[in-house]
């Protein structure tokens, strides 16, 4: 960690009173937030938030993460920008707003894209890294670019009504692809332009972020690591997840294979490789329906059976697929079922290895089920 200034002003004395009361702060706290970088990354609903109460908390270097100009559909959630900076860069606008939010904190414009060529030098200069981005493939580019550099990601996620938040920090508990280890297949999962979003919804999360950001600089409290907070504000319930670190994991397991970014768009973009042996959610309805010998195994993590569940089915996760092979009836038809059907075709490919014959996987993985089949089934 960096030198902590040894003092506040008069002035900021003054403007964080309120902090300097909680025992939890007070002055050496107030010096942790000075002397504290955070980069956020994307200047919408997230980040709106997100800046505007790191900036009046007092957090001395704020980065900010931003190539988009602001239009006016942004305006229903993304609090930082007002009706008069429509058409311009969102980067100024923010930057506008958080000077005048707190002069006394230093901001740090990047006007790109992030990507793999520019992440680890931006991300690397910071203490933590808030991710307020909207798309698989800037999101898997902001974990692996974290865990590389060493540094906690507060991640946050938005759509429709519901959100996630948690803290990936690979040194202390799982990263983003310890709990998502395949992005969905391209178009799958819609996004917020296409499917809606509560305009208070990214409020609710991105203040969640900004908690855990302040947070992990005063180095206090119990933060979201290994921990995965699921919002529903139509019912008004937050739940949470236990998360576990993947010690196959290929970015921050024992054995990593990725050592350096990748390319993230052709990672999200790539579907998975075509194969008659598959079958539709419907599909498969029909077969259940008719008594057909089919038997469904499921082969995720065991968390996710907590959030979702196929009835009748055999689970045993895509990792002990090849030491349980035993255990599944050969002379059934096997239909590999998993999120959205990438890790079951693996386990597809797996079990044909073994001799196995008569195996369909299920595109589209229980996801599908839920949107064609069984709207009960609770999509994540
Ligand atoms: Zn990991």
Redesign the pocket.
Known sequence: MKTVPSHLSLSELRRYGRHLTLPEVGEPGQLRLKAGRVLVVGAGGLGSPLAMYLAAAGVGTLGLVDFDAVEESNLQRQIVHGTAAIGTPKLASMAARLRDINPNVTLELHAVRLDRTNALAIIGGYDVVADGTDNFATRYLV?DAC?LAGKPNVYGSILRFEGQASV?D?ARG??????FPEPPPPGIVPSCAEAGVLGVLPGVIGSIQATEAIKILLGSGDTLVGRLLLYDAMEMRFRELTLK??PG?????DNPTIRELIDYESFCGTQPAADAATVSARELAGLLARGEDVVIVDVREPFELEIAAFPGALHVPLGQIPARAGELPATSTLVLACHRGQRSQKALEILRGRGFTRLRNLTGGIDAWSREVDPAVPRY
């Open positions: 974990n865990v990936f690979a799982p990263c983003y692809r310890c709990v670190k993947n994991c290929p970015v921050c397991g």
